[in-house]
């Protein structure tokens, strides 16, 4: 069994970036320039966007982060949208997701510009992924293909079971594993999947992001499979600092022993999502 290092494996690519920065900056170009939007104080987005900011500081880039209350109006939120838009000096940006209940998520994906939605998140983008077009590829599903490249990992003509179909992860990295050049045959699993343990069972490649931790148990994976955790669960830890952990959603202590390839929770699709979106911001800023 080989235990996928996402948190090498990120460092790597994000020393690959800072290397690019310091040409552009050599060529009298400006930094890559990502802003944030942050709306009250889910404890789990302020770890993500911290992470985000100190990440940029890392590779050169330039960050911005704009924080709001609870209580910000949705069209305080939509005109922080269209600013950042229309600012030259920003390449692309995010707005952290969740949002608080009385803004619709939506409506603020929608009103981002398709060209700097480094989350690839807007339809355009999305839409774009599905015809096979040059896009922003969001995170998530991007940094899991950066692992099955870089860990080597047999995909042509192989059975991939995806357990989960959000907008954010399983559906777009459905449409990444059956492209031409990674050519998987994937099955999509969700809540309402009948006989999801045999289905499991025949893959090759599983990953489960269905955000249920400990959902997937031996029984459900096949002998030498390769198996990615995108869970990232705060469960209650009277051990650490904080006051939690995280857990994925593979029981990992009787998978493991199983499996050809498996990411470890913290240390393996995690890591890799903010490089993704590092790479995302370099590509918007070369682009523009
Ligand atoms: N919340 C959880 N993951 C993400 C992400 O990748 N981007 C944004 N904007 N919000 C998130």
């Known amino acids: 069994m080989t235990l996928i290092d996402g948190k090498q494996t990120s460092a790597e690519i994000k020393a690959e970036i800072a290397q690019e920065v310091k040409q552009m900056i050599a060529e009298g170009k400006k930094a890559p320039h990502l802003a944030a939007v942050l709306v009250g104080h889910d404890g789990g987005s302020e770890t993500y966007v911290a992470h985000k ?13 704009i924080r709001f209350e609870d209580d910000a109006t949705e069209q305080q939120i939509l005109d922080t949208v269209a600013k950042l838009n229309n600012d ?28 700097k939605d480094v989350d690839g998140f807007h339809p355009v983008n999305l839409g ?3 015809a096979g077009l040059d896009t922003f590829v969001s995170a998530t599903p991007s940094g899991i293909v950066d692992l099955i490249k870089r860990y080597k990992i047999e995909t042509s003509g192989k059975h991939c079971v995806i357990i989960g179909r ?41 990953v489960a992001a269905l955000g249920r931790p400990g959902f997937v148990t031996a029984d459900m994976v096949k002998d030498g499979a390769a198996v990615i955790d995108v869970g990232t669960t705060r469960v209650p830890c009277a051990d650490t600092k904080s006051g939690f952990r995280l857990k994925g959603d593979v029981d990992f202590e009787t998978v493991s022993p199983k499996c ?3 990411t470890p929770v913290p240390g393996g699709v995690g890591p890799m999502t903010i490089c993704s979106l590092l790479k995302n911001t370099l590509k918007a800023a070369k682009q523009r």
Request: proline share 6%.
């Open 128 to 130: 774009r992924l599905v």
């Open 53 to 65: 900011i100190k990440s940029c500081e890392e590779v050169g880039f330039k960050s911005s982060l």
């Open 88 to 115: 030259p000096d920003v390449d692309g940006f995010i707005v952290q997701l969740p949002l608080p209940k009385h803004i619709n998520e939506q409506k603020i994906i929608e009103a981002i510009s398709p060209k």
């Open 260 to 262: 050809s390839y498996i």
């Open 166 to 206: 959000s907008n954010i992860v399983g559906r777009p990295l459905s449409i990444l594993m059956s492209q031409k050049g990674i050519d998987a045959t994937v099955t999509v699993c969700h809540s309402r999947t009948e006989n999801l343990k045999e289905i499991a069972r025949t893959a090759d490649i599983l």
